[in-house]
């Protein structure tokens, strides 16, 4: 290389470098004003000297609004609080800091000290980022996770209280040997058919069954086969595609058996199956699949089948009414709840559960007699465990007295239940119901109250309160 060539490149190296820095400063200012996060620059007194894009974005202010200032005219104005340059650089040291704007912003602010070679602060860098919608969701989050610690709270304490209520009913052998084999039944999905006279409490053992399952957290989803027109079953266990049929959705709709999914399926009163439904139904419980009406896509479901019924379905497979293949499928495990009349144990433990939860739920005190007791526990209950509920209720919100005495008891439940007692509670209930007779037949005579109180030389109200304790009829739901 000659004199020449080295002279021109020695020309060339100050003008490279010239354009490396105009190059650098190119890209620093690049990345000034394109950085998301807001940059703040202040001197060593903490007057602004550069605002970048991202800072005006965060604090909602023009940056010749800024430029200029000092920064604690932006806490005075209102526009910030608390402002860090000025504490950073009388610290002399990085600060991190959450501030509020006057829009109600939430920006997380970092400043770090520059320093020259004295050692003097000569500038303030702040980083700021706006976390508005973050702190706004981590409350959000905080509150829904204290919501549904509450609600965890309360469905154990539900739970708890069921299983307590449930277990007052348990004092007979029977009732218990049944609620160990459904405990056991519950830890596992095989099919479940539980049978028994209308009122026993067959849902109740079905809820239970399915609490203690690992299914607990799916849903429970109870069908009444026999409370819905056959035409329209197939549609509500199955759904069905849009256009299915005349009227149907153009979405169509999801059954109860999909809806069921992760969960219990729980067919009550399974013997009003119709038999063309049947054959679906016995699909679901081999294959776990189903088919929508008006369909032909196979939908798998994962769940389990408690069927309950009041009704001999091993007669109705002899006879044709019922396909003794879904049957067999339904009976893996058979459960049977006696009636109450074959319990007399359990009905005075359901007499006082239902007394106690009627007396909370209508804010009123009341308590039974020792006669109505004896009366009501030597009654045989053909309406079960529904029909003591309801007439239990009956007797809290019509009884005049705090005290339920036996002439507050409808005819049939005194009449039936002094016939089967010998003892002196019999013999009270029978009196009772004589004296109720009587009035009854001077009413009749004498056509009202005061006139039939005069002549059976009572008060009006006591001839008031005998015929409305013998005007009760009979339980409903029984």
């Known amino acids: 290389m000659n004199q020449t060539d080295n002279r021109v490149l020695g020309r060339s190296e100050p003008d490279d470098e010239l354009v490396r820095l105009r190059q650098t400063c190119n890209d620093f200012e690049e990345i000034f004003r394109n950085s998301f996060d807001g940059i703040f620059v202040a001197d060593g007194n903490g007057m602004t ?14 940056a010749d609004e800024m430029v200029g200032r000092h920064v604690s005219e932006f806490e005075k104005n209102g526009w910030i609080r608390p402002v860090i340059a000025t504490r950073v650089a009388k610290e002399r040291k990085r600060i991190s800091a959450m501030q509020q704007t006057g829009g109600g912003k939430t920006i997380m602010v970092t400043g770090i000290p520059l320093f020259d070679d004295d050692g003097k602060v000569r500038k303030v860098i702040i980083n700021s980022r706006d976390t ?3 702190v706004q969701l981590q409350e959000a989050l905080l509150r829904t996770r204290e919501d549904l610690q509450r609600v965890e709270t309360e469905v154990k304490e539900m739970r708890l209280q069921n299983l307590r209520s449930e277990a007052l009913a348990l004092k007979s052998q029977s009732m218990q040997r049944l ?3 459904a405990t056991r039944v519950a830890k596992v999905d095989s099919a479940v058919l539980i049978s028994g006279e209308s009122g026993v409490g067959k849902e109740v053992l079905a ?5 203690e399952s690992h299914r607990a957290a799916g849903p429970l989803i109870k069908i009444n086969c026999g409370a819905i027109p056959p035409e329209l079953l197939e549609s509500e266990l199955f759904g069905y595609e849009g256009g299915a049929f005349t009227g149907a959705l153009k979405q169509g709709k999801v059954g109860l058996i999909e809806t069921a999914n992760h969960g219990t399926l729980f067919l009550d009163e399974v013997g009003e199956l119709p038999m063309s439904l049947q054959v679906k139904l016995l699909q679901v419980l081999q294959d776990h699949t189903m088919v929508r009406v008006g369909g032909t896509r196979t939908i798998h479901v994962d769940l389990r089948v408690i069927a309950a019924t009041n009704r001999d379905l091993k007669a109705m497979t002899e006879q044709k009414q019922f396909r003794s293949d879904l049957y067999y499928r339904l009976n893996v495990v058979p459960l049977n709840v006696p009636p109450l009349r074959m319990r007399p144990d359990d009905i005075q433990p359901l007499i006082d559960h239902a007394l106690e939860e009627m007396c909370a739920s209508h804010r009123l005190e009341r308590s039974l007699s020792a006669t109505a007791l004896s009366c009501l526990l030597r009654y045989e209950w053909p309406g079960n465990v529904r029909e003591l509920r309801n007439l239990i209720e009956r007797l809290v ?7 339920i005495d036996v002439t507050d008891l409808p005819d049939d439940v005194a009449g039936a239940a002094a016939e089967a007692d010998g003892s002196v509670h019999g013999f009270h209930a029978k009196v009772a119901l004589f004296e109720r007779q009587l009035v009854t037949d001077a009413m009749k005579k004498y056509g009202n109250t005061r006139a039939a109180a005069r002549q059976l030389r009572l008060s009006q109200s006591t001839v008031v309160r005998k015929l ?11």
């Open 179 to 181: 609620s160990g084999l």
């Open 132 to 134: 508005t919608e973050l």
């Open 207 to 211: 809820r239970r069954i399915h609490k």
């Open 49 to 62: 000297l550069m605002v970048n894009p991202g800072c005006e974005r965060n604090y909602e202010r023009r």
């Open 468 to 478: 409305n304790a013998g005007r009760a009829g009979p339980a409903e739901g029984a």
């Open 397 to 403: 919100v019509t009884s005049p007295g705090d005290v």
